[in-house]
């Protein structure tokens, strides 16, 4: 006889599908430049420590009798280069996918598989933007952060090794204190692109073809017109700083300048400026820009057909 708890209605019908969860694991399943492109600059980046490595005793004597800014400069010049680097890879990187993401998708046809499943447009529209604005930026600060820790240890073991005390990389670089300024600026970045990123996939739902000319040309256009049509540059400055102004309002380099004139070291946490990234302006008219960006994408990717 069977009993209430072994009913058919007692059994759940089914597990939940968690579709936005394996939309995100399918990106990264079909898109692993996402990591393998980092990866490979880190690998760069390391092999030309290596390389410094042989000067790196050299390196350190020569500077002892310097003052602490110049200090810093060389001994942070080359965990400096590592994460530039990586970082500018991960942009390209989600550049290039916002770029494709929903346009590869309607060239190649999938798009009729993809929408016979229950996935909504929404939902499959959200996972494409969680890789450039959640899923590289951690890849990027993963690899950055062991980079700096192998090349810390990497070069520690070569100063003891000459007798050299390595506790002047460790100074000039605290891996811990690091991480957290690597962390917040790639959170400040991140939310200061995120328009860029929503409107490359917007293009990439519309055009056909050429998605990086269609994404690019009618920016310039804007400027170009405003310029010649009003003599102003409203246009083009709203743009490049849309590309770098997160900078001036994330970190305080005005302080650190003044310091540095001074002959004193500016700590790197007391050059973050959290509160007046977020009271920016243009963050949140951004964010804004993005989630209409989005929402056309969305509506797009709903009724465009496969090219």
Same mark, same amino acid.
């Given at each position: 006889?069977?009993?209430?708890?072994?009913?058919?209605?007692?059994?759940?019908?089914?597990?939940?599908?968690?579709?936005?969860?394996?939309?995100?694991?399918?990106?990264?399943?079909?898109?692993?430049?996402?990591? *393998?492109? +980092?990866? @490979?600059?880190?690998?760069? =980046?390391?092999?030309?420590? &290596?390389?410094? /490595?042989?000067?790196?005793?050299? $390196?350190?004597?020569?500077?002892?009798?310097?003052?602490?800014?110049?200090?810093?400069?060389?001994?942070?010049?080359?965990?400096?280069?590592?994460?530039?680097?990586?970082?500018?890879?991960?942009?390209?990187?989600?550049?290039?996918?916002?770029?494709?993401?929903?346009?590869?998708?309607?060239?190649?046809?999938?798009?009729?598989?993809?929408?016979?499943?229950?996935?909504?447009?929404?939902?499959?529209?959200?996972?494409?933007?969680?890789?450039?604005?959640? *899923?590289? +930026?951690? @890849?990027?600060?993963?690899? =950055?952060?062991?980079?700096? &820790?192998?090349? /810390?240890?990497?070069?520690?073991? $070569?100063?003891?090794?000459?007798?050299?005390?390595?506790?002047?990389?460790?100074?000039?670089?605290?891996?811990?204190?690091?991480?957290?300024?690597?962390?917040?600026?790639?959170?400040?970045?991140?939310?200061?692109?995120?328009?860029?990123?929503?409107?490359?996939?917007?293009?990439?739902?519309?055009?056909?073809?050429?998605?990086?000319?269609?994404?690019?040309?009618?920016?310039?256009?804007?400027?170009?017109?405003?310029?010649?049509?009003?003599?102003?540059?409203?246009?083009?400055?709203?743009?490049?700083?849309?590309?770098?102004?997160?900078?001036?309002?994330?970190?305080?380099?005005?302080?650190?300048?003044?310091?540095?004139?001074?002959?004193?070291?500016?700590?790197?946490?007391?050059?973050?400026?959290?509160?007046?990234?977020?009271?920016?302006?243009?963050?949140?008219?951004?964010?804004?820009?993005?989630?209409?960006?989005?929402?056309?994408?969305?509506?797009?990717?709903?009724?465009?057909?496969?090219?």
């Amino acid at each position: 006889m069977t009993t209430a708890s072994e009913s058919p209605a007692a059994t759940p019908l089914s597990k939940p599908t968690r579709p936005y969860y394996w939309s995100v694991r399918r990106e990264m399943w079909e898109y692993r430049s996402a990591y *393998i492109a +980092p990866l @490979i600059t880190a690998g760069v =980046v390391l092999f030309g420590y &290596l390389i410094r /490595l042989a000067h790196l005793p050299k $390196v350190v004597s020569s500077i002892a009798s310097r003052t602490p800014i110049e200090q810093f400069a060389e001994i942070s010049k080359p965990t400096g280069v590592a994460a530039i680097g990586i970082v500018i890879a991960g942009l390209v990187i989600s550049v290039f996918y916002s770029l494709g993401a929903l346009n590869n998708e309607r060239r190649d046809r999938s798009i009729l598989f993809w929408k016979s499943l229950p996935v909504s447009d929404l939902t499959t529209v959200l996972s494409k933007a969680t890789v450039p604005l959640v *899923i590289v +930026p951690c @890849i990027v600060f993963a690899l =950055v952060f062991a980079t700096h &820790l192998v090349m /810390l240890i990497t070069g520690s073991a $070569v100063l003891l090794a000459h007798g050299t005390s390595a506790s002047i990389l460790w100074a000039y670089w605290p891996p811990l204190k690091m991480a957290l300024v690597l962390l917040y600026g790639l959170v400040t970045l991140t939310l200061w692109w995120a328009p860029i990123y929503a409107w490359l996939l917007l293009v990439s739902a519309w055009t056909k073809r050429m998605t990086f000319l269609w994404a690019v040309l009618p920016v310039l256009g804007v400027g170009l017109i405003e310029k010649i049509g009003l003599d102003t540059s409203y246009f083009s400055q709203m743009i490049s700083d849309r590309l770098t102004g997160f900078m001036g309002k994330a970190f305080d380099f005005e302080n650190a300048a003044k310091s540095a004139a001074k002959g004193q070291l500016t700590d790197q946490i007391a050059m973050l400026t959290p509160m007046r990234f977020v009271e920016a302006p243009g963050l949140w008219l951004g964010l804004v820009a993005a989630a209409v960006f989005l929402a056309g994408a969305v509506w797009l990717r709903r009724n465009r057909e496969p090219i």
